[in-house]
């Protein structure tokens, strides 16, 4: 009997990057590999990687040496893929057997006949190829691939391209057949959903028309996107949002730095003002909404002045949700091109650590408003406890919730709880019986 061959895959990046890897599951399965969730049984790993932050790039590196030692006492293919900059590619790809642009995954098939001959198969381009979902009730649907707005800092132009719409009559088809299969939450892709058909206008329908559309798909399941761009937030977009079913109260929104002089260095597009005039439209037309947002400290020439205008921003706004980074500079962006990174990583760590603990005051805060409110939960997690079950899962706010039970919730499930206790970052509740 023929061992079937095994892959492990592993993801350092965003949802988009997570999204990639049910592709190139797919693309693998159907080169006759199955799935492996341990490494040291797979013949073959890919990393779906994100070479805009340093630490990505860091951890490649580490995984590397390994792989070699591997490949002394057995066969092992290693793939590099994702969002990838050219001079991190010239530094990693001749340690791996094949370096793959995301988007050419029809390739596939041809560069490991390279390697080993008796692999042979045609693929379709990367948006038909049906994705290996990792999850039974939780799907990542991209819409939309590649950026034109170019920031300062960001790799996405130079690793995926300019923006392309994947047509949306697939996008409603992918949906409509994940509803039918029983999935819960639908979360749509881009790294910026705000310009969908915008590539293609008079040919393709814009992105409020878009979530119209698949909102009204399914009387009931939980309808997020990631990620919009501030300059590309219309009053249409914010319209239809408010007339959502589906949509939940939940809202990514980068805002990066509260400074318009370091704004205007990243090449954002916008203006404090302008973006505070923005969330206050979005606010008003959707009162319940939960913003999050994206933080960067220490961007280059980033003052203490700068710093505290950003600190004073979160608090005004009063998001909940932040994913805070500290800057590293990215060979092959306007930034390294432009401008010295002269912030000490002694001070972006301490401003890194500022805006966290002002953050968790901010958190808990907002989550003692939710005490006593009665609200859905999707779980994702049971962990047993002696004689007790702690169910996780998330609200539609995007808030993780616990759930202290005799008896094991549903993964995959709804369940209506009361919010019993504020945390730091999250909730407890409890089951309301029906």
Sequence with gaps: ????????????????N????????????????????NEMDADLIAIIACSV????????????????????????????????????????????????????????GRDLAAIHPEEKLALPDFFDISPSYGSSYRAYVPIMTGCNKFCSYCAVPYTRGRETSRPSEHIINEVKDLLSKGYKEIVLLGQNVNSYGLDKKGQEINFPSLLKKIDGLSKHFWLKFLTSHPY??????????????????????????????????MNRHYSIASYKKLIKK???????????????????????KDFQMTKKL?????????????????????????YKDDVAKSIKKKRWQEMNDQLTTQSLNFNKNLVGQKRE?????????????????????????????KIALKIGNFYQVEITEALDWGVKAKIVKK
Excluded at 64 to 78: A, C, D, G
Excluded at 316 to 332: A, E, K, V
């Design 314 to 338: 979160v608090k005004d706004l009063n998001y909940n949700l932040m994913y805070i980074s500290q800057y590293s500079s990215r060979t092959g962006t306007i930034a390294a091109k432009m």
């Design 232 to 265: 590309d937030m219309s009053d249409e977009l914010i319209s239809v949002m408010a007339k959502c079913k589906n949509l939940n109260d939940y809202l990514h929104l980068p805002v990066q730095c509260g400074s318009d002089q370091v704004l205007k260095k």
């Design 53 to 108: 932050k340093q630490a990505a790039v860091d951890r490649i590196h580490s995984k590397i040496h390994n792989w070699q030692l591997t490949k002394e006492t057995r066969p092992l293919i290693t793939i590099l893929s994702g969002c990838v900059l050219e001079s991190d590619q010239k530094k990693l790809a001749h340690q791996f057997d094949l370096f793959i642009d995301i988007k050419n995954l029809k390739n596939l």
């Design 377 to 405: 939960v999707l779980i994702d997690t049971v962990n047993k406890e002696k004689n007790k079950f702690i169910n996780i899962g998330k609200l539609s706010n995007y808030l993780p919730a616990y759930i202290e039970n």
């Design 18 to 37: 997570y999204s990639d890897s049910e592709r190139l599951a797919t693309v693998l399965k159907k080169l006759g590999y199955q799935e492996t969730k």
């Design 1 to 16: 009997m023929i061992k079937k061959k095994k892959f492990y895959l592993i993801v350092f990046g965003c949802q988009m």
């Design 282 to 304: 979005i606010k008003k037309s959707l009162p319940n909404i939960t913003l999050s947002t994206d933080i960067i400290v220490g961007f280059c020439g980033e003052t203490d």
